[in-house]
C-alpha cells in the first residue's frame, strides 16, 4: 500500500484548504482511510476517517464541523477539506490506511498503512 498526501501550505486562520491522499498498490474497497496530524512537540492525533466502501465518516471533536473527508473512488484518492482553519490546526498531516474496519479506528485511533506528511501552517 503506498499513500501519497499533498495540498499542504500556508493559508491565514479563517481560510481553508484541501488535502489529497493519493492511494495505490491494493484494492482499497475493505479498507478504512483517514487523517492524523502531528504538530511540533505534541503527539501524533486523529483527525477523521471514512470506510471506503460505504463511506461512513468519522472525525475527532477537535474539528467536527469544520473538516470533511471524502473519497474519490474512481481516482483513489482520499481528500480531507479543511475549513475554518485556526492556528491550532498548523501540524504535519498523514494520511493512513488499515483493513481492520472503522470501529477499530475509532477505539484505538492507529492504522497500519502510513503516508509522508504534508505541513499545514495556519498563521493568526
Known amino acids: 500500500v503506498q499513500l501519497q498526501a499533498s495540498g499542504g501550505g500556508l493559508v491565514q486562520a479563517g481560510g481553508s484548504l484541501r488535502l489529497s491522499c493519493a492511494a495505490s498498490?491494493?484494492?482499497?474497497?475493505?479498507?478504512?482511510m483517514g487523517w492524523f496530524r502531528q504538530a511540533p512537540g505534541k503527539e501524533r492525533e486523529f483527525v477523521a476517517a471514512?470506510?471506503?466502501?460505504?463511506?461512513?465518516?468519522y472525525y475527532a471533536d477537535s474539528v467536527k464541523g469544520r473538516f470533511t473527508i471524502s473519497r474519490d473512488i474512481a481516482k483513489n484518492t482520499v481528500y480531507l477539506q479543511m475549513n475554518s482553519l485556526k492556528p491550532e490546526d498548523t501540524a504535519v498531516y498523514y494520511c493512513?490506511?488499515?483493513?481492520?474496519?472503522?470501529?477499530?479506528?475509532?477505539?484505538?485511533?492507529?492504522?497500519?498503512?502510513w503516508g509522508k506528511g504534508t505541513l499545514v501552517t495556519v498563521s493568526s
Open positions: 493512513a490506511a488499515d483493513q481492520k474496519g472503522l470501529t477499530y479506528v475509532i477505539n484505538r485511533r492507529t492504522m497500519d498503512y
Open positions: 498498490g491494493h484494492t482499497f474497497s475493505s479498507y478504512v
Open positions: 471514512i470506510s471506503w466502501s460505504f463511506g461512513r465518516e
